[in-house]
Structure formats: structure tokens, C-alpha cells
């Protein structure tokens, strides 16, 4: 019986052992999507307890919290930070075949070298030793992103942001670069008339424009977008239930902006219309500028009304929707490249039904031009974890060309959340390891070991075209 944790933790073969620890463990990490904070790195803040760092903000934990029974108090309410944490390590053991299980023990391994498995026993001795440890400047922000090998990172970042932050770190010259994305989610939602036009005013100010018309809109907006070009953004990226596609006319669209301006509802029509027109306006932008473009695609979000009310968003009220992507989706990447338009693009899916669907999209716009230029990105949200990490890679190895894949990332809004990285290249190395012992593949460990390091590190920092990393293969690795 193999120990819970140790070294060839999912790893079932020799093989298998043999690529991960020979050439997918030591690789530097890019992680190109995430919601980390900037303002903390900045700072390169130290959290005063492990509550700060490992509860706040991560709705994974709130939902397995409130499924075990807690009371919210003890999870975005008053409680203290020892409460909040004592509630979540006696829900830990209810975790188990929860990714959450997984996740929670690797992140006490490799960030504070805590073996304990972690439950209401040990909570306390948790809670000290890890708390004590943050306090250091070993365990500050940067120190933490240092530790995982962290070489870049993308923040999520609206358009009306000054980047201030970013271009703080800039100026330190710190090792592990830190870049902003281009996400206007709020720029092209106008479910919500008035709220939108609130947003429109914070708009007005980011870009020192004042916004009438369609025409004052777009400009203010390429501002944005090109004062984010300015500061070393080359990533957009959307969050949306599906792509629209519906067919427009600039006179339309000047029209339904006027009449949000006026603070008319939109018919269902007019907003999908003026959405579709929005989205095509950013990825002309964003070829315009060699950025590449992602779109989170399939979840449905706030399904809790009163919760929503309660709490606000993105406090663990969404879910898997079931969205009809495809004919849309390839609606508007045909018409960006039928227009010589079309960027490098991520395209993400929530509902492991799709898997296929977009596994084959992709070929239907990768021209060439660019080795993998469009993606089917990582496994996101509910499906990062084993069986969703393994059905897309093996749908996408049946479908196009897995060596080809820019790999795993975070998606988080945590600092200790870097291990996923690890537990994508354990699965990833495991699947090759076994084909190679079934005789599925041939027993060429160099060739296949150099296309694990690409999936892990080479192929994002080629695709984005990130060169300023440095080296992309440890010298350890025998390559």
C-alpha cells in the first residue's frame, strides 16, 4: 500500500515516477490566468495567519464549508480567524475524494512542510506553526510565488484600472514578472442598464472622456485598451455564459447605446446584438495589438438570489451551465478570420459535455500560422481536478495535438494555490507513463520527456511570446 502523499503521489509506474521527477518536476511555472492581487504583491505583503491566506476570498472551501453544515458566520462572517480556520479543518475529513483533499494537504507539504493530515486534532498545531511561518519574510507574498518557481504571472484586470500596482512591481525589478489582462466584462454588460451606467461614469475618469455617444464609448475604451498595451498587457480574456454572435449594424448599435444612455431597458434582442458588437470590437482591438485573447465560456453564475443580495458575487454561488456553445462560438471566429482578424485565442469550456465540441473547434481555425495558435485551454473551475484535468487531456490528444497544449494554470485568487500545478503535471505524467508500459507508446523517454516540459512551461512561454523569462529548462533536467 503506497503512503498518502509521498514522493509518487499519483504517479502508478515506474515510467510514470521517472518523468515527473526527471523532467516535469523542477520546471518554472507561467501562470497566464489568475485573480491574485496585485495591490498585495506590490506590497509583498505578509498575511498575519493562515486564515488570511487560505480561507479569504476562496469560494471552493465556503461551498464545502456550508454542504458540512457551518454556520456562515464561520465562513465570510464576524467569527475570528482561529474560528473560521478550526471550522474548516473539521471539514477537511468530509473532503475526502473532494480535489479540495488534495489540494488542502499538498499546499501544507510544499509551502509549510506540514505532513499532519489536518482535521480538528490538528488544527490547532496547524494553525500556529503555518501562522508563525507567514510571518517571516520568507513567506511574504513574492516569497511564497519564489518558493512554487513562479516565473510570471496575469492578473485579471477591468479596464478602468490604473495599474498602479503593476507598475509599482515593475519598478522593483523583481524576478517573477507580474502583467495585467485586459478583462471588460463590465463594459459589455448592460443586463443591468442602470448599473452599467454606473460603470460607464469610472469609465469617463480612467479615460478622461466624457461618454454620450457609441462613438465617445469606443474611444474611451481603446484608451483603456491601449494604455493597458502601454503597460506591458498582452493578454485579454472574457467571462461569459457563451460566445454571441448575432448579426449587427454600427447604426443599430449607436441606437441601443442611446437608448441605455437614456436608461431604456434592452429588449433580449438589443442585447445580445450589443454584446456581439462588443466582443468583435475587442478581438479587432486585441489582433490589432498581437494580444491573445481568452473566453471563459459556460458558467452559470449568482444562482442564489438571496445569497447574491446577501454576500455579492463570487462567493461560491455558481454552477455548471448547460449553454448551447458551438454554433455561435464558430459563427464569431469564422467572421475575425474571414476578415484576417483573429488573434491567438484560448477558449475555455465549464461543461465537460462540451469537451469534444471545442477539443474539435480549435482545428477549425488553427491555420498554421502559429503553432497551436488557437487553444483549448486547462481545465477550469469545477473540472481542475483529476477526472476533469484527464478527460480533457485525453479528448484533446484524440482530437488535436496535445504536445501542442499551453498547460495548466491557477485560475485563483490564493497565493498557496500553486501545487495544481504540480498535481496537472503528476495526472499528465501518469498518462504517458502508463501508455509507455501498455506499449501504446514507444519507450522514447527523452522525446516524451521534452514534450512534458513543453506542456508545462515551453509552450506558454512561446505562445505568448514571453522570452524575457529566462530559461526554460532546469539545469538538472537531463534533456
Known amino acids: 500500500m503506497k503512503q498518502f502523499l509521498d514522493e509518487n503521489f499519483l504517479l502508478s509506474n515506474a515510467t510514470a515516477e521517472r518523468l515527473y ?3 516535469a518536476k523542477d520546471m518554472p511555472i507561467i501562470d497566464y490566468h489568475n485573480h491574485l492581487p496585485p495591490n498585495e504583491v506590490a506590497a509583498d505583503k505578509n498575511f498575519e495567519n493562515i486564515t488570511r491566506v487560505w480561507l479569504n476570498g476562496d469560494h471552493y472551501k465556503w461551498r464545502a464549508m456550508r454542504t458540512n453544515g457551518v454556520d456562515e458566520s464561520y465562513i465570510t462572517g464576524d467569527k475570528s480567524d482561529w474560528e473560521k480556520f478550526n471550522a474548516w479543518s473539521a471539514t477537511v475529513p468530509y473532503t475526502l475524494r473532494n480535489p479540495l483533499y488534495h489540494w488542502t494537504h499538498l499546499e501544507l507539504q510544499r509551502y509549510f512542510g506540514i505532513t499532519d493530515i489536518l482535521n480538528a486534532d490538528t488544527a490547532k498545531k496547524v494553525y500556529d506553526e503555518t501562522s508563525a511561518l507567514l510571518q517571516t519574510k520568507e513567506y511574504s507574498v513574492r516569497g511564497l ?6 516565473k510570471l ?5 477591468d479596464p478602468v484600472d490604473n495599474l498602479e500596482y503593476h507598475q509599482q512591481i515593475k519598478k522593483d525589478n523583481w524576478s517573477v514578472k507580474v502583467l495585467p489582462a485586459f478583462r471588460p466584462d463590465k463594459a459589455m454588460n448592460v443586463d443591468d442598464v442602470n448599473t452599467f451606467n454606473n460603470y460607464l461614469t469610472g469609465l469617463e475618469k480612467a479615460a478622461d472622456i466624457s461618454i454620450s455617444t457609441y462613438n465617445d464609448y469606443l474611444a474611451a475604451l481603446k484608451k483603456r485598451h491601449d494604455y493597458f498595451a502601454a503597460n506591458h498587457c498582452s493578454v485579454s480574456d472574457h467571462g461569459l455564459e457563451e460566445i454571441y454572435a448575432e448579426d449587427y449594424t454600427a447604426t443599430e448599435i449607436a441606437g441601443i447605446f442611446a437608448k441605455i444612455r437614456s436608461g431604456g431597458a434592452l429588449t433580449v434582442e438589443e442585447n445580445r446584438k450589443f454584446k456581439s458588437a462588443m466582443l468583435v470590437t475587442f478581438a479587432e ?6 494580444f491573445v485573447q481568452q473566453y471563459h465560456l459556460g458558467a452559470l453564475r449568482n444562482n442564489n438570489s438571496r445569497m447574491l443580495k446577501q454576500l455579492g458575487p463570487d462567493t461560491g454561488w455558481d454552477s455548471v451551465g448547460d449553454f448551447s456553445q458551438a454554433r455561435a462560438l464558430a459563427k464569431f471566429l469564422d467572421r475575425l478570420d474571414r476578415d484576417n482578424k483573429l488573434a491567438k485565442t484560448i477558449i475555455y469550456n465549464l ?6 465540441l471545442f477539443a474539435t473547434m480549435i482545428g477549425n481555425f488553427n491555420d498554421g500560422t502559429a503553432a497551436g495558435k488557437i487553444q483549448w485551454g486547462s481545465s477550469w473551475w469545477f473540472l481542475d481536478q483529476k477526472d476533469g484535468m484527464t478527460k480533457q487531456i485525453n479528448a ?25 500545478h504540480e498535481y496537472f ?8 507513463g502508463e501508455e509507455v508500459e501498455n506499449g501504446e507508446l514507444p519507450n522514447d523517454i527523452e522525446w516524451i520527456g521534452k514534450v512534458i516540459q513543453d506542456i508545462c512551461f515551453n509552450n506558454a512561454k ?8 529566462g530559461e526554460a529548462t532546469p539545469a538538472a533536467v537531463k534533456a
Not at 510565488?145 to 513562479?150: A, I
Not at 504571472?153 to 484586470?157: L, M, Q, S
Not at 482591438?285 to 498581437?290: A, F, H, V
Open 153 to 157: 504571472i496575469c492578473t485579471t484586470d
Open 425 to 432: 503535471r503528476r495526472l499528465l505524467c501518469n498518462m504517458f
Open 21 to 23: 521527477h526527471e523532467y
Open 285 to 290: 482591438w486585441d489582433w490589432e495589438k498581437g
Open 351 to 356: 461543461n465537460p459535455a462540451d469537451n469534444e
Open 396 to 420: 484533446l490528444s484524440n482530437m488535436g495535438l496535445l504536445s501542442k497544449f499551453i498547460g495548466m494554470l491557477t485560475d485563483s485568487r490564493s497565493f498557496l494555490s500553486f501545487p495544481r
Open 462 to 469: 512561446n505562445y505568448f511570446n514571453w522570452q524575457q523569462i
Open 145 to 150: 510565488l519564489e518558493r512554487m518557481k513562479v
